[in-house]
């Protein structure tokens, strides 16, 4: 194979070759022993940085570094509110009665279910994640097809479910309620809460009792920890 030309030098290749390969050297050389200043000042610069920090900043800074993220564990909740869009403010109210007032904490809204997720799965969540299902049972209540399929899933899950048993809890808020002849026959047979009763206060304690709360617990955790185990398998 013949020797040809340099398109961009017009000495021949081999030329060419040597007097770039002697200059690359020699820069090379000069850019290796560059860096190796560089490396060489760095290197002294966190030496003399962390020489200078107290022992115990030291060991701290070292924490920092190696301390693994805790993951957020999770909480059964003692309730969860199901309500018409419309209702959101209402339902906030509600569940602030109910925490603040009579102490049943902690409990949720649907409209605080966290974003991004499909409604069946925030719904799943929301009723198998907490003892109670509150279904607010307000005039928007049966315009939302939505809230329909809520009320029926929720009845279903307590009737398939043993330790689900009554956890489904119709309520009458205050504000806007919606009529007894108006409610759905199988809404009927289930005793509602009623906020404007006298009665209010000793139904929410006849129903929401700490110990019902604690089997519930317990089965969901062990429900939880078989699904991990089997998914790890």
């Not at 570094?65 to 018409?84: D, Q, S, T, Y």
């Not at 808020?173 to 509602?192: D, G, K, M, Q, S």
């Not at 809460?193 to 955790?221: C, H, M, N």
Request: hydrophobic share 35%; glycine share 4%; charged share 25%.
């Amino acid at each position: 194979m013949g020797i040809g030309k340099s398109k961009t030098d017009p000495c021949p290749l081999s030329l060419s070759w040597g007097r770039s390969h002697s200059v690359d050297m020699s820069q090379r050389h000069k850019s290796d022993s560059k860096k190796s200043e560089e490396i060489s000042l760095s290197n002294a610069a966190a030496h003399s940085n962390t020489a200078e920090m107290p022992a115990g900043e030291q060991e701290g800074a070292k924490g920092v570094e190696e301390m693994p993220e805790e993951e957020e564990e999770e909480v059964f909740l003692k309730f969860v509110i199901l309500h018409a869009e419309e209702d959101t403010d209402e339902a906030l109210r509600v569940q602030n009665l109910l925490e603040n007032d009579f102490g049943i904490k902690p409990g949720i809204i649907f409209a605080e279910m966290p974003c991004g997720r499909q409604h069946l799965q925030n719904l799943d969540d929301a009723v198998n994640g907490s003892a109670w299902t509150i279904l607010l049972l307000t005039e928007n209540f049966l315009r939302d097809t939505w809230c329909k399929f809520q009320f029926y899933t929720s009845l279903m899950n307590s009737v398939n479910r043993q330790h689900k048993y009554n956890s489904v809890i119709p309520m009458r808020p205050l504000n806007n309620p919606l009529p007894r002849e108006r409610t759905p026959f199988a809404l009927r047979t289930i005793n509602a809460l009623e906020e404007e009763s006298r009665g209010f206060p000793t139904q929410v304690e006849r129903i929401f009792q700490d110990s019902v709360y604690r089997i519930q617990q317990a089965i969901w955790k062990e429900t939880r920890n078989t699904v991990q185990r089997q998914f790890i398998a």
